[in-house]
């Protein structure tokens, strides 16, 4: 346990840099909700978003350096317009200022032990569990620790109520895992494109269903089953501090089945979409309002100007591949998009960048949980 005044708030390019002592908890680990509904995935990237509760609104420096996007009339979102990390987020109904929990570190010159850089926050309950069709990644996530995280079917009551709580019983989220394995709708033709847009739509991506040779080795294939795109969580710093978000997920696509949403009209058919060192290029990708991060001199991150949702990383060493987020994937079987991804689950890379090991942990015990509530949901 440390005083949080020993950690800050933060962003990739450091722009941003609040007091730990702004956080509503005192000690660590501090306090953190995860949400996983839809907007919450359509402004991020991720598929579920721990937040931790401020004592009061960041300083006014920070909110002018942040770019607001209202994502509804009650809720405002705040991200840094250079790297695109999401990082503050304010309700109106309960006046309530948070911070994304995974761009919460200890402070630079601050030399912590990795049991303490590990667990910075922890997750007391889930919230908007309904919103993802399919559970997204809260059945993996119920059990924290030693801790059996309540959870909600839409919006969790104030911080103040009892924390013991629920409304939807963890039984309940298993089955939606179970029945969506149970029922998958119709799987995607050979020349069918899954749609990745952002919440304001500045960002319309669609993504041919992949159709790897067999034995394919590249990165984008996912052995069980070819048609489908190789899909992880990471929990690297970067990835961390870009988002605002620790177990971050993506899937790997073949760069050249990415297309222009908003130039399906054109009579010459959707244009491929250009990544990497081109991207800036004012002519590049007509109509989309995405932005780029140089993370590093050869690494691109990719993420929407309006409404701050992370969608691509590029790096040079593999220019053939990209990475999308999966938050913002519109697949009509749930958001873990199953028809169209194939997941390695349990899988995380680098996870001593983790901020809080809880998760991590519970996610490498996925495996086993799917083989013991839905056997067939392994393979499928
Ligand atoms: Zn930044
Ligand atoms: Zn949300
Ligand atoms: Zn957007």
Redesign the pocket.
Known sequence: MAQTSSLHLT??????SEPGSLLSDQETPVYAEMCHCATCRYTTGALSVPFSPLKSSPSATTLNKLQAYASSDIATRYF?P????SCVFYTAPRDQWYFMSGAIEYNPDIKAPAESRNNIFKVMRHAHILDTKDGGLAPFLLQLGDRSVPTWAGIPPPMSASQDSYDLPHEKILSMLGASSKSPTRPPQEDSYLTARCHCGGVNLLIKRANHAHGDRSRCNYPPDPTKYSTYLCACRSCRLSTGVSLYPWTLVNAENVFNGKTLTSTDGPARITFGFEASNPDANPGLSLKH?WSSHDTCRSFCGKCGAAISYWCAQRPDELDITVGILRSDDGSLARKWLGWTWGECSFSEGSTDMELYEAWTRAPGLIKEAVPAYLNS
């Open positions: 962003c990739l390019c450091g722009s941003i840094c250079t790297c695109g990390c991060y």
